[in-house]
C-alpha cells in the first residue's frame, strides 16, 4: 500500500458498521466504515477491536471528507509484507 499511516482503534460498533480511528501523527479522528476494512482471512466478518493497532490509507467520503480506506490489522499487514 503507499502512503500507509498507522493508528488505533478508538471504537468500532459491528452492529451499525462503522466507528472511528485515532491517528498516530494526525490531530483529529478518521471515521472508518467496514467495507474499507480488509480482513486476513478472506470471507472473514470486517470487525475491529478498540485499542487495535491499525494500518490505513487516507481517502475521501461522497462529501469529500478524509476517511480511513484499506484498513488492516497492522500485524497481518506486516506479515503480508515480509
Known amino acids: 500500500m503507499d ?6 482503534v478508538c471504537w468500532f460498533d459491528p452492529r451499525a458498521g462503522y466507528g472511528f480511528i485515532s491517528q498516530d ?6 471515521f472508518v466504515h ?3 476494512i480488509v480482513m486476513a482471512e478472506e470471507g472473514a466478518f ?7 493497532d491499525i494500518v490505513y490509507r487516507i ?7 478524509d476517511k480511513a480506506i484499506d484498513v488492516q490489522d497492522k500485524a497481518d499487514y506486516e506479515k503480508s509484507q515480509a
Not at 46 to 52: A, D, E, F, N, W
Not at 59 to 65: E, I, L, R, T
Open 3 to 8: 502512503d500507509v499511516k498507522t493508528g488505533k
Open 25 to 30: 501523527n494526525r490531530e483529529r479522528d478518521l
Open 34 to 36: 467496514f467495507s474499507d
Open 46 to 52: 470486517r470487525t475491529l477491536k478498540k485499542g487495535q
Open 59 to 65: 481517502g475521501k467520503n461522497n462529501k469529500g471528507q
